[in-house]
């Protein structure tokens, strides 16, 4: 059976966004911005952003790029999405302040953000396997950098054109839905079953040194 | 005597090579989860691991973008001698990890953990980290380079001190839970290969979970029978959990499970786990007493 990719337009228009499903494969077109950790907390808590119009560049990419200077500028070594889940503190506060309809990083994202995805209708997607090399082909043109002195290569925010970016799965979509908490539901089931089978009771618990001390 | 710029190379050469080529051992054992694989998602996020794994050892690109900590564990022969003495070798792999960040072998990913300042080499204090031990007769110097990523060292790393009390039940369940807890959403970048460490203090419990984990060439067992049955056990029933590739649905958590032991108090039970990226990175450089050094991404190579 051929696999159905489809491909988004940056900016993602809410109404493409709702079409979405959890678990459909998709690339992005257009433009995107990155960071991480810092870019983060200093949005909330110092206000600082770059000068860019988030209408038009509305794509978040968590990632922290492996960059190489050249004569004509700057070129991509390696970009491997990170773990979006690390945000989550600041996540829904940026998406809101920012109205950002597009997440893409590795793993997920928490209930708040999945709530703040909603009220903007975005979605976050999830990288496929380790892929920094095939996705960075994709990227067709660095156009710039922010912060680069004061946060270095990996934490700065980067302007990326892209062209059939990807291919990533929808993990949380416009609904607040989240692929990995209903996968979740069957793993617990498991896990329980699994450890009776290791011979650990139910009612195990581990030994407490503190006892009667709430 | 073996001169510090022999060691230098050496260690340089050996980040470079892990940072873009798959052991075989790690290579076969992706394959094989590839293959075992049924949903589409759990085999698209292997083929692309894959595909990614080929790039980079065709010069375009990284096994994994995030280099993580630089590692090195070093065997010398008990007659080894090195050029301005063992002490030199720190200063070795200093100048080794700075010139491999330089050259973008390593992404700069090493920061100040109050600051958050990135020096943008990849040095500081501990860092890069060498373990020394001394084991053979020989005059030779054998190290392994393991850029350790992000991803394993953070979600994968897990201590509890246990009771004697606790006993076998407790081992697997803490290690059973940490699995779980690691994996979901692919936090640790499933299939995981798992090192557990039981007995020790804290510190030697972590270490030899990490060395099981790094060092161990994947699909083997521990020599002791019931150790190597309770490392089976544990890899039938992760298999059971449910949990493929990047925490999809599917069969492969693990890749390789590994377990070591040490001594401990005879009133404590400590367990650690530490995980290692599915892309397994490691490459070793032997360094002959006369300085001739060869390189291998086999551990027992």
Redesign the interface.
């Known amino acids: 059976m051929a696999e159905t990719i489809i491909d988004l337009k940056l900016p993602l228009a809410p109404q493409d966004a709702d079409r979405l499903k959890l678990g459909d494969i998709v690339t992005v077109s257009g433009m995107l911005f990155t960071g991480r950790s810092r870019f983060h907390i200093r949005a909330i808590e110092e206000n600082i952003l770059p000068l860019i119009d988030f209408e038009k560049i509305n794509c978040f990419f968590h990632v922290g790029p492996v960059m190489k200077q050249i004569p004509a500028g700057w070129e991509i070594v390696s970009i491997e999405p990170t773990s979006s889940i690390r945000f989550e503190r600041y996540s829904a506060q940026v998406i809101r302040k920012l109205n950002l309809r597009t997440l893409i990083g590795k793993t997920t994202m928490g209930p708040e953000t999945a709530a703040a995805l909603a009220e903007v209708h975005g979605v976050h997607l999830s990288k496929i396997g380790i892929c920094g090399n095939q996705i960075s082909r994709q990227v067709k043109k660095v156009h710039h950098v922010f912060f680069l002195d004061e946060l270095g290569k990996t934490e700065a925010t980067w302007i990326f054109e892209v062209e059939k970016f990807g291919p990533f799965f929808v993990d949380i979509d416009t609904r607040g839905h989240n692929y990995f908490e209903q996968l979740d539901k069957d793993i617990v089931k498991n896990l329980d079953k699994v450890s009776r089978s290791l011979g650990i009771p139910a009612d195990f618990n581990y030994t407490q040194v503190n006892a009667g001390n709430k | 005597m073996i001169s510090i710029k022999t060691i230098q190379t050496a260690m340089y050469e050996a980040l470079c090579k892990a940072a873009v080529l798959i052991p075989p051992d790690v290579r076969d054992h992706l394959q094989r989860t590839c293959d075992e694989e049924t949903d ?2 759990a085999r ?6 894959l ?3 080929r ?2 050892a065709e010069g ?8 993580g900590y630089p590692l090195f564990f070093i065997r010398a022969g008990n007659t080894a001698q090195v050029e301005g003495g063992f002490g030199s070798l720190w200063q070795a792999a200093r100048t080794a990890t700075f010139a491999a960040t330089e050259q ?1 072998f390593l ?3 090493m920061v100040d953990p109050l600051t ?1 300042k ?1 020096p ?1 080499n990849n040095l500081g204090p501990e860092i890069p980290k060498i373990h020394l031990r001394f084991d053979g007769l020989g005059d030779d110097l054998e190290l392994i380079a393991v850029p350790k990523g ?2 394993s060292e ?2 994968g790393t897990f201590y ?1 001190m ?2 004697p ?2 006993g ?3 081992i ?2 803490f290690i ?2 940490s699995i ?1 807890n690691s994996c ?4 640790v ?1 499933p299939p995981a290969i798992v090192g557990i460490g039981i007995g020790g203090t804290a510190d030697i419990c972590m270490q030899i979970a990490k060395e099981a984990a790094v060092l161990s060439p994947l699909g083997t067992h521990h020599p002791n029978p019931e150790i190597a049955q309770m490392e089976k ?2 890899l039938d ?2 298999r ?4 493929g ?5 599917g069969i492969n958590a693990v890749l390789s499970l590994h377990i070591r032991t040490a001594a401990t108090h005879t009133a404590a039970l400590p367990v650690a786990i530490n995980a290692q990226c ?2 397994g990175r490691r490459w070793k450089a032997r360094i002959t007493g006369k300085g001739e050094i060869s390189y291998t991404g086999d551990i027992h190579g």
């Open positions: 589409p998602l698209k996020h292997m083929e692309l691991t595909e990614n794994a790039l980079a375009k690109g990284l096994v994994c973008g995030d280099t973008n992404r700069p990913t958050r990135n943008g992000g991803g953070i979600f509890r246990m009771y009390s606790d076998k039940a407790g697997f369940k059973l839970d779980y979901y959403a692919g936090k970048c056990d544990l029933a992760i059971q959990l449910g949990i590739p990047m925490g999809s649905r599915s892309i």
